[in-house]
């Protein structure tokens, strides 16, 4: 089946000049795959090279006068930024002209336009920031990562049904276990929020853990970690800190001395495996989940390589169908507690 | 000036058979500093050792016959065990009797029995756990890592306040920079309680330098990290988390194949540098800061260098007056208030 991403091609901090050869690259690997991108149609086409026929069927260019800047607010950019790329890439998904939207624009932009754009699904209150991240097991969905920095408890079960069908469709997990970030195990541990959410849970039809807590994450305990945006989005800048602080320690140390640079050489191998292993990268691609299509957020400093996984996300994630398997979810659980 | 540690023996993982030589350790390194042990005597007794001379007139065991378990709830321990190792090293402080307890005990029981054996100071509502965590430029001090699972603005005020002293009297950072967690660095970025906390911060005579985020903690953006006690227990645990999962994956690569192992034996000292830099042990000791009087939490798992660490925290920070510090701060704040 033929699939075409929408992307936004001025979105991110390095621009076309990045997107549109990742963007031809991830073509070149997809047969089946055509683009639409969307931003100033002079800027694009520059990016596109000579020797370009073999693709040039699969891509279309679509002009678009505006572009969202990164420190803009939501609100002013939904008013006044009809025409921009990021706008007219979501409207492409909700015409059907494309079955996903990539961009790496402005975060609470890209939230507020997509959710007027293509609406919540029934049942589903707030759209949520969701990520494949590592685990020394292999890797676990976490949401909230950002958009709901209040939440209440009904959220937080949403959130947990999102991610669970996000870890199935995508992750390929059969009946994946979802769990409550908390900090503690213990049944009396935590804030008002997390217990009430956790009794809802015990009610679902889903595959409910408990608790764990923010080891747990990186350890694979679970398949799906739930949590308000505000814990989450903490959590994971804390890790991407972590992360940074201890690279920036292996070098410092392995361009000590002489010896130790040595030493760097005879293990450089192992430490690109190492590197590649927790390379952030191959994790970017951020899915907002709860709206009526799809629609992925790439890291704003993507790069090529980066930016090529958040439209494999993309894709991937409207061929099984994750919008419409969510909203088949929720109604479920609404259902059900007709039922009760 | 003599310095006296209430050592709790018989709490944590591994119990007397380490934690009593890792104390007459420190002994040996700080030849004016007395303890007295607080458990069962003949267990105690039975780690000391045999050419115990030079140290025993600086030893004093404390029978009591009670243990606080690793898994009691702080209600219960507070009624049941008056007569525990972790009780009567906390009325040892209360009494003047020592200058600090240090207790890698049961952590709920040890706050709860904290504040009704030394009460709070006055003006502090709520106890904070406070560790110095490393960055990439020194150390950062945060809290709240897991005291208050839900607070109010004020609370965060008074951390704020709290760990600008600890900054400044153990980490001595001048004038120490004092931010929110948050997530993102913009204004109106956050949930209520970050919002209202940082307007009256910014009325507060502290170095309020603003919002960060979790990465920033182990940037080292600024001397202290506030949040509560939800939000920081998820933090540390995270990047315990991460940092474990990181070596697991070196580990996992460098024993790999044949190469890889001589790879590792090559870069074997770096590795060492790398791990020694990153170790947690060194970190360990939080504060429970707000009381009136020094107590020091040590990780239920410390081993005997680990353990080391906690009552070196505990011998700089009575010995530097952290409690009265802090109790003189928060009442020239609440004097500006009432002028105000």
Known sequence: MKSTLAVDAMGGDLGPATLVPATLDFLAEHPAVNVILTGDEATIRAELPDNFESLESRVTVRHC??????????????????NSSMRVALDLVKSGDAQACVSAGNTGALMAMARFV????????????????????????????????????EHLVQFAIMGSVLAEAVGGVENPTVALLNIGSEEMKGN?????????LRACDINYFGYVEGNDIYEGTVDVVVCDGFVGNVALKTSEGIARMISHL?????????????????????LKKISDRIDHRRYNGASLLGLRGTVIKSHGSADAMAFGYALQAGLVESSRRVPERIGESVLQLLAERVEQ
């Open 65 to 82: 006068e505006q572009v969202v800047a990164m420190d803009e607010t939501p609100t002013k950019a939904m008013r006044t930024k009809k």
């Open 118 to 153: 293509l609406k919540m699904l029934p049942g589903v209150e707030r759209p949520a920031i969701v990520q494949f991240l590592p685990s020394m097991v292999g890797s676990t969905v976490m949401l909230d990562l950002g958009a709901n920095s209040e939440c209440r408890p």
């Open 192 to 200: 008002d929020l997390v217990k009430a959410a956790a009794e809802e």
């Open 250 to 270: 292996m070098r410092e140390e392995f361009t000590r001395t002489a010896g130790s640079k040595l030493a760097a050489l005879a293990a450089r191998p192992v």
